[in-house]
Every structure is written in C-alpha cells, then in structure tokens.
C-alpha cells in the first residue's frame, strides 16, 4: 500500500501525477487527507476528493510499504505540523520502509534526520533543513529508502522512480512507453 497525503494547499501535479502512475502500474496507493473531511484544497485552488481520511477506520498506517508526501506551500507547513503523518513517518522510518518527498516536503524528513548520509534533493530554499545530507544534482534521486525530488516538473520521474522501486524497471519503462514520455 502506497499512501500520499494531502493537505490544504499540496501542489496538486506533485500529488496527482505520480498517483496516475503509480495506478497505471497497479500499485495499491490511496490519497489520505490529513483533515476531518475527504476534500481538499490544492495550492492553486484544485479540490480533490481523497480516498480517505487520516482518522478514517480504514487508514492503516502501518500497512505503508511507501509513505508519499508531495510538496506546495502552504501543504507542506501544513503536513509538517501534523501528529498524524510525524508519526507515520516515524513508523515507516523505524520499519524501513520508503519514504518518497518532493518539492519543498523532503524537508519534513530532513528535519527528522532522515537524510544524514544519503544524497537528497528539494526546491531551491528548503536545503538548510535536509540535515546531514549529500547534495546531489539529480532532479530526482533514490537512496536507500528515501526518495526525493525538486518539484512539479519533475513530477512524471519521481512517479517513474517509485514505480521502479516497488514493481521494478520494466514496468516503470512500461509505464513511461504507454504515457509516450
């Protein structure tokens, strides 16, 4: 199971796209909205209805084989100051479980230390919080059990990046040839 959270003012292409993907591959992945309601507001007025709800009966955190957490402001500040996702991260962390951030929310994980010793990347003016990391040039970059990316255009490879991470590169190639990327 793949979970992305969503919270008021995410950057709607950073969440939907990989998400398009991901279900184009088969991939379990859910959208989890981090407030009482299923609707919410992307950062550029976008409303998407989530699967589900992080208090929602359903929403089994420990079943993440990958947390996602796409970037947007104010989404970011607003996934960063929730109980809920810290501890799923925590959870995932502790368990190994990967951990996909694009845009400016690889600085969540950052800030948790998450990124000490692993190469790292995010939206110019968030690196001062990936703490110990190696800085990379990559747009997109997997380490371990991380992933990171810059931001919405490149949205499409960090689909591709967690596609070949749980299924592997032939279906993320598959993927890719069908879109015609």
């Known amino acids: 199971m793949v979970y992305i ?3 008021n003012g995410f950057e709607e292409t ?3 796209f ?10 379990e992945a859910k959208t989890v909205s981090i407030t009482d309601d299923v609707y919410v507001t992307g950062s550029h007025g976008i409303i998407v209805k989530a699967d589900t709800t992080i208090k929602s009966a359903g929403y089994a955190p420990e079943d993440a084989e990958l947390i996602m957490l796409p970037g947007g402001m104010p989404g ?4 960063d100051a929730s109980e809920s996702v810290q501890s799923a991260l925590d959870n995932a962390f502790k368990n190994g479980r990967y951990i996909a951030a694009i845009c400016a929310a690889p ?19 968030f690196e001062e919080c990936l703490l110990g990391r190696i800085e990379t040039e990559e747009k997109c970059v997997k380490d371990g ?8 255009g490149v949205a499409m490879a960090f689909g591709l990046k967690i596609i070949e991470t749980l299924c592997g590169i032939e279906t993320a190639e598959k993927v890719k040839n069908a879109i015609i990327a």
């Open 5 to 7: 959270y969503l919270a």
């Open 14 to 16: 950073e969440a939907l």
């Open 18 to 27: 990989p998400l398009d993907l991901m279900r184009r591959a088969e991939i």
């Open 76 to 79: 970011t500040k607003n996934l």
């Open 107 to 125: 600085s969540i994980i950052g800030k948790k230390g998450f990124l000490k010793g692993k190469k790292a990347i995010c939206y110019p003016g």
């Open 145 to 152: 059990n991380i992933i990171t990316a810059t931001g919405a």
